[in-house]
């Protein structure tokens, strides 16, 4: 059963960093994730598309309040993604969480999963 588990959420004070993690595990060899994307949701309001990254390495969607302040990167192989924020401000206390689609190569299915999310509160 494919999971996308997020990690590195938590308490951070505002101006600090925050380095984000998401891992696809229980996916087949064959399972080519195409496309990366990091969405949030603050209490309230909508959620969010924050950014993406695909396959091929091109980050793109950052949302006009955190452009300028944060780093998508991934990790073909090991199936990973990286959400890196500097300058954290209050307002970006939300749930972030982890989004993929991608492709089975032995099938030709696609498939789109998404993490559960996790919390980042940025409070002094």
């Known amino acids: 059963q494919v999971q996308l588990v997020e990690s590195g959420g938590g308490l951070v004070q505002p101006g600090g960093s925050l380095r984000l993690s998401c891992t696809v595990s229980g996916s087949s060899s064959s399972s080519f994730v195409m496309n990366w994307y990091w969405y949030r949701q603050a209490p309230g309001k909508e959620r969010e598309l924050v950014g993406s990254?695909?396959?091929?390495?091109?980050?793109?969607n950052y949302a006009d309040s955190v452009r300028g302040r944060i780093t998508i990167s991934r990790d073909n192989v090991k199936k990973m993604q990286w959400l890196q924020t500097n300058s954290l401000k209050p307002e970006d206390t939300a749930v972030y969480s982890c989004?993929?689609?991608?492709?089975?190569?032995?099938?030709?299915?696609?498939?789109?999963?998404w993490g559960q999310g996790i919390q980042v509160t940025v409070s002094s």
């Open positions: 989004h993929v689609r991608g492709v089975e190569v032995a099938t030709g299915a696609s498939f789109d999963y």
């Open positions: 990254i695909t396959r091929a390495g091109v980050t793109s």
